[in-house]
């Protein structure tokens, strides 16, 4: 289990979280959404202790990680797969490379073992037998799917996927959106998702948390979600991003028209 306390983050004069509380339940899916530059990304990332808060703390199965020492941080991060926005492959490398990369490092396994786990995890993202490959040879759904095979590779208990479908069509997208559910439900992780896709939080999501002026604004299932009658909360579920220029615009028009009356 996850638990965010409390959180606040300020980066120079802009405060991007005001005092951020989530619980993210074992075996879960949580989806994160809100508009961009909320610190949906900022909030990710003090969760898998990349960003030290400047108040509140992040409890990661009990373990407060946001004071850790790096040694302790990196036997917490052993819990953690993580899928960033742009995969973040080595070109240089092949994707068997890529994929077996943390079991190099740290596992000090036999290169015979390694090669297995890797087949498995490309299998797992269905990409069976593709470790001879270079990322350049791959199209973006693929890319993300060897990101996505290292991120298993470790046998994490937490997968963080920061904007997973983010660039890719929408039949790959949705293919994206079904390996996340599947892998929840095969191999029984919690998963965090970050994302601005409707579609994914409507396949993917048990709870959604959204993010709002540096909080969470509304906590509830996708269900309730679709169902909420909140106006900010409706403008982002039906993507009404022009909702708000209106009104910002009809605010600013009123205090016109008030100031030249007075
Ligand atoms: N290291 C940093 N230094 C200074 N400002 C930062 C830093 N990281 C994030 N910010 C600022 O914090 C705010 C929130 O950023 P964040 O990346 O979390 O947004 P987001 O909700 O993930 O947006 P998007 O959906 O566009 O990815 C932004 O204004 C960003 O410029």
């Given amino acids: 289990m996850i638990e965010v306390q409390n959180l606040k983050k300020q980066f120079r004069q802009k405060e991007v979280l005001r005092g951020v509380s989530l619980e993210i339940k074992t075996g879960e899916t949580m989806v994160i959404i809100g508009r961009s530059g909320c610190g949906k990304s900022v909030l ?50 092949t994707v068997g490379e890529n994929v077996g990369i943390a079991l190099k490092e740290n596992a000090q396994l036999p290169n015979k073992e390694i090669e297995k786990i890797v087949a498995e995890k490309l299998a797992m993202v269905e990409l069976p037998g593709t470790e001879h490959l270079k990322p350049s040879e791959l199209s973006g759904g693929m890319r993300k799917r060897v990101g996505l095979a290292r991120a298993l590779a470790t046998n994490p208990q937490y997968i963080f996927y920061d904007e997973p479908t983010t660039g890719l069509d929408p039949i790959m997208s949705d293919s994206i959106d079904s390996l996340i559910l599947n892998l929840a439900k095969s191999l029984q992780v919690t998963s965090i998702v970050v994302t601005h896709d409707m579609q994914s939080v409507d396949k993917v999501a048990d709870r959604v948390a959204m993010m709002h002026e540096g909080r969470i604004y509304f906590l509830g299932t996708r269900q309730e979600l679709r169902h909420s009658r909140d106006v900010i909360v409706r403008n982002f579920v039906e993507r009404n991003a022009y909702q708000d220029v209106e009104i910002e615009g009809e605010l600013g028009r009123l205090s016109q028209i008030d100031k030249k009356k007075r």
């Fill in 44 to 93: 990710l990332k003090h969760m898998v202790g990349l960003l030290v808060p400047d108040e509140g703390r992040v409890l990661v199965d009990g373990e407060d990680i946001s004071q850790m020492s790096k040694a302790a941080l990196y036997r917490v991060r052993e819990k953690f797969g993580m899928l960033f926005q742009s995969a973040a492959l080595f070109d240089s490398m």
